[in-house]
């Protein structure tokens, strides 16, 4: 069983920062690749980025570029989402999940298993 834990989220005003983390557990993960969606309140669930387990491959969404980066604690077991300069459309539930084959791609039916998530609050 895979498990994924995420945290670091909470109530920020806009122009903040925050790390969130994504920790995994329960496989050996060398082959996986970790991406991080977010669902905003009444959106579809969006993918965010996503990177291969070595901590190359690093892909973003479009919509976020610049603000996001994601990466890879080394040879630890966490992949950590850094997002800056906040804006008040950033508010969502934040979801780290893992593909077992590895692309790391942006469509969430590719990723088998998924954290509970952690919620991103942006105050203006």
């Known amino acids: 069983q895979v498990w994924l834990v995420e945290s670091g989220g909470g109530l920020v005003q806009a122009g903040g920062s925050l790390r969130l983390s994504c920790a995994a557990s329960?496989?050996?993960?060398?082959?996986?690749?970790i991406g991080w969606f977010r669902q905003g309140p009444g959106n579809d669930r969006e993918f965010v980025a996503s990177?291969?387990?070595?901590?190359?491959?690093?892909y973003y969404a479009d919509s976020i570029k610049g603000r996001f980066t994601i990466s890879k604690d080394g040879a630890g077991n966490t992949v950590y989402l850094k997002i800056k300069s906040l804006k008040p459309e950033d508010t969502a539930v934040y979801y780290c999940?893992?593909?077992?084959?590895?692309?790391?791609?942006?469509?969430?039916?590719?990723?088998?298993?998924w954290g509970q998530g952690t919620q991103v609050t942006v105050s203006s």
């Open positions: 999940a893992a593909d077992q084959g590895g692309y790391g791609s942006k469509w969430s039916s590719t990723y088998r298993f």
């Open positions: 329960g496989d050996t993960f060398t082959y996986y690749a």
């Open positions: 990177i291969k387990w070595s901590g190359e491959g690093a």
